[in-house]
């Protein structure tokens, strides 16, 4: 009998250590899967900002105070050029970038439309060479926060880029 018990107790400590090692495993994966998830979430709303605020025009590009939101200008896709090849500004919408409890929003102001860009957003910076800004350069910062408490990345992931205002 006291040799069964010791078969049992090694067995079992056995079992567990190997649960162990598979469940810190599996955590490691998801912590890995949700940075990929956090990177991937910033750099295409950088990406898409960039794209958007390229269509501008120093004139028409406003970086509010303290550099956390930008407005600006973007022709109207369907009256873009007339006969002498100029933008027709007319029919400009006006979009505005900020943060909002953890989201960056994009509004667009003429048609009253609000999306989120990115989820867990800490904080952006907008700066261009003010007052008309021909290059504006964007900094997000993201960091998720488990149920746990946990922070993912343990310091927030930064990403830069920079969008140059190529119309007039």
């Known amino acids: 009998i006291a040799e069964m018990m010791i078969v049992v107790a090694l067995s079992s400590i056995i079992t567990f250590g190997a649960f ?27 990406y898409k900002m ?20 930008i407005q600006f200008q973007v022709p109207n896709p369907t009256s873009l050029v007339n006969a002498a090849y100029d933008l027709n500004w007319t029919s400009a919408h006006t ?19 609000t ?12 700066a261009g060479n003010i007052p008309q800004p021909t290059l504006v350069t964007i900094t997000i910062s993201a ?5 746990s408490g946990r922070q993912i990345p343990a310091t927030p992931l930064q990403m830069t880029a920079q969008a140059e205002v190529r119309n007039s």
């Open 20 to 46: 162990a090692i598979l469940r810190v495993g599996t955590e490691q994966s998801q912590l890995s899967q949700t940075k990929m998830t956090l990177q991937d979430g910033a750099r295409e709303a950088l």
């Open 115 to 126: 999306s989120v860009m990115a989820n867990d957003i800490t904080a952006i910076q907008f």
């Open 143 to 147: 960091q998720r926060t488990l149920i």
């Open 50 to 69: 960039v794209q958007e605020i390229r269509q501008s025009a120093p004139s028409r590009v406003t970086i509010g105070a303290g550099g956390n939101s």
């Open 95 to 113: 979009i505005q970038y900020t943060l909002s409890a953890g989201q960056l929003q994009r509004t667009d102001t003429t048609t009253n439309q």
